[in-house]
């Protein structure tokens, strides 16, 4: 079983970053699907990013597009998302979420992933 252990939020002003890191534990098959959800106040919970464990595949929310990279590293376990050129319209829990393959089709539905991390906070001061 796998399980998801997010770092990496908190406070920060608008046009700065911050990197959220998910160490995945436990026994991942080799094709595992990660991805980033958000949730802001009020809202429904949003893909941000999506990424195959090779690495073959990449996709992003047209919100966060030239703003945030996903990326893994496979020998630390560990999955990244850098945020750069943050604003406040970014402030929401962040969750990272695995799944047994990489939808390339529908990779941006929540319901393909089983495994979610804790959440992690990420406020934008304007």
């Known amino acids: 079983q796998v399980q998801l252990v997010e770092s990496g939020g908190g406070l920060v002003q608008a046009g700065e970053s911050l990197r959220l890191s998910c160490a995945v534990s436990?026994?991942?098959?080799?094709?595992?699907?990660i991805a980033w959800f958000r949730q802001a106040p009020g809202k429904e919970r949003e893909f941000v990013a999506g990424i195959n464990w090779s690495a073959a595949f990449e996709n992003y929310a047209d919100s966060v597009k030239g703003r945030f990279t996903i990326s893994r590293d496979s020998a630390k376990n560990t999955a990244f998302l850098q945020m750069n050129n943050l604003g406040p319209e970014d402030t929401a829990d962040y969750y990272c979420a695995a799944g047994a393959g990489y939808s390339v089709t529908y990779y941006y539905r929540a319901a393909l992933y089983d495994c979610w991390g804790q959440g992690n906070q990420v406020t934008v001061a304007s």
């Open positions: 436990g026994r991942p098959p080799s094709n595992i699907a």
